[in-house]
């Protein structure tokens, strides 16, 4: 087991997150602590971070410090970005820094930014092709990438906290400032012919681009506070942004969605983006909660792991590390997986459903146990709510959920559950039908491997008529405790297809 630590001192705030790497070798956060520094508001004319700024910083550092110290942390990444990039005595706060915690201080170059935010959304989104768009508060990283690899990328110094100052829209932008900014930043977007009319989805990672997601989830009831993978059109952000762009400072503050730290830095950010959108021609944003924190810590997994820096499969690979955490019993997992999935495959004519159903239905079989952990009892209820919420990637929210229901119904269909707000929202009665399906396919699947002995070996799925499946069981001697619990399940599957499921053993 081992604890890793990674500091970013940004422009604007600070943060320090500690990920545990158990002996498995699964990984989650334990720690998260953010510090609003505001460092590129402290520079002087002479391009100096301030006094101010040293004593925050150092304050800051020692706090992180601290908390690296009581949560036992072996290994401590820190970087530092644009704020002290551009700052004349960046390399002297650095010194400074290690000389007061011990922490060496690394300022990052903005092509190195720009790499790690790219490790960080590539392994979690399931993008191919889009232009990632690290806005910060003193620069934003963009980089373009086609069939998951890096193309170009480039730093501009321009970020939410030092075009507010610029430009003096902590309170309010009038149009002739607006087009200032507009005309400043396109100018500089021009630079690079790569982003002109790309028409690829944006991908945003920071403080504004969240908060432009929460801003959105607020206005349309969205029933999950979840930010990454939340997607929104190009035209609901031009409309929520013409919206703020009529407020004051004091009305921006009570905006649901926005936080009052934001609420002054929200005019400059989001026109940012709004350039962004028009030099591109993107018509989707998507909105990113790993950045270049979890690039640096799975650059650091990559290389003390063994394990490819770039994901194949980034949900296989979430969905593993989920089941490593909660699950002691990885191989019955996956024995029950292979035996769902080729119920799946065999019986595709009475389904009728297509592969991203049939990925759906392995990440539930692979998780279907992980409520065991809270309560045996009830455990598919508990499963649910884990899938639910946990850091699968790869998934849009309505996959996810669509997962959880489908682990949660295997130990038969609850209608109790559409009083969750979530499963309200994003399924259709269309959509519960084929949850019931895959469910079923979930159920007999744990039926047959009921005394987690892998007594079954292999199954045999048939389809013999019209009214009629058949499924051939393989075991070296009688099953006898999973023929119990299969024949427990013919009503459901008649019920389900309309069909009757005649069950066989052979040698």
Not at 50 to 75: I, P, Y
Not at 114 to 131: E, F, H, M, P, R
Not at 195 to 223: F, H, N
Request: aromatic share 8%; glycine share 6%.
């Amino acid at each position: 087991m081992q604890r890793i630590g990674i500091i970013d001192i940004g422009s604007n705030s600070a943060r320090l997150v500690i990920s545990q790497i158990y002996k498995s070798g699964a990984y989650n956060m334990v720690y998260n602590q953010k510090e609003a520094l505001r460092l590129s508001q402290k520079v002087d004319k002479a391009g100096l971070l301030t006094q101010e700024a040293f004593t925050d910083t150092l304050e800051c550092m020692r706090s992180f410090a601290t908390m690296c110290k009581l949560f036992n942390v072996e290994k401590t990444i820190a970087v530092a970005t644009a704020a002290m990039r551009n700052a004349k005595n960046g390399k002297e706060l650095t010194a400074l820094v290690e000389k007061e915690t011990s922490i060496h201080l690394h300022i990052m170059s903005g092509k190195a930014e720009a790499y790690a935010s790219y490790i960080g959304v590539i392994n979690t989104l399931n993008v191919k092709d889009g232009i990632i768009f690290d806005l910060g508060g003193g620069s934003t990283e963009l980089v373009l990438f086609r069939d998951r690899t890096i193309v170009d990328s480039v730093s501009l110094p321009l970020g939410c906290v030092n075009l507010t100052t610029m430009f003096n829209t902590r309170d309010e932008m009038p149009p002739t400032v607006f087009s200032d900014i507009s005309y400043l930043v396109t100018s500089r977007l021009e630079k690079h012919a790569w982003l002109k009319d790309a028409s690829l989805p944006l991908i945003g990672v920071g403080g504004t681009a969240r908060t432009i997601a929460k801003i959105e989830q607020k206005k349309s009831k969205y029933p999950a506070s979840k930010i990454h993978n939340f997607q929104l059109t190009a035209q609901a952000f031009k409309n929520t942004f013409k919206e703020i762009r009529e407020t004051n400072l004091e009305q921006r503050r009570k905006l649901s969605g926005l936080g009052s730290d934001r609420a002054d830095l929200i005019l400059a950010g989001a026109s940012v983006i709004q350039c962004l959108i028009e030099a591109t021609g993107g018509k989707k944003i998507i909105i990113s909660g790993c950045g270049i924190r979890e690039g640096l810590f799975l650059d650091y997994f990559a290389k003390t792991s063994g394990q490819p820096l770039i994901a194949r499969d980034i949900l296989a690979e979430s969905t593993r590390n989920i089941l490593m955490l909660y699950s002691s019993d990885v191989k019955h997992s996956e024995h029950i997986t292979a035996l769902a999935l080729t119920m799946f495959d065999s019986w595709k004519t009475i389904h009728g459903l297509g592969p991203s159903w049939r990925r759906l239905l392995r990440t539930a079989a692979m998780l279907h146990d992980i409520g065991i952990t809270i309560n045996y009892y009830s455990h598919a209820r508990h499963s649910a709510y884990m899938i639910k919420n946990a850091r699968l990637f790869g998934l849009t929210h309505k996959e996810q959920v669509i997962a959880a229901a489908i682990a949660g119904w295997h130990n038969g269909v609850s209608r109790s559950y559409l009083r969750n707000k979530a499963y309200k929202y994003f399924l259709s009665d269309s959509d519960l039908t084929k949850i019931s399906q895959l469910a079923l396919l979930l159920a007999l699947a744990e039926s047959m491997d009921y005394s987690q002995t892998m007594k079954i070996s292999e199954i045999i799925p048939e389809i013999r008529s019209k009214k009629t499946a058949s499924l051939t069981l393989k075991a070296d001697s009688l099953p006898s405790i999973e023929l119990h619990q299969l024949k427990q399940h013919l009503p459901w599957f008649g019920k389900v297809f309309n069909m009757e499921l005649v069950i066989e053993t052979c040698n």
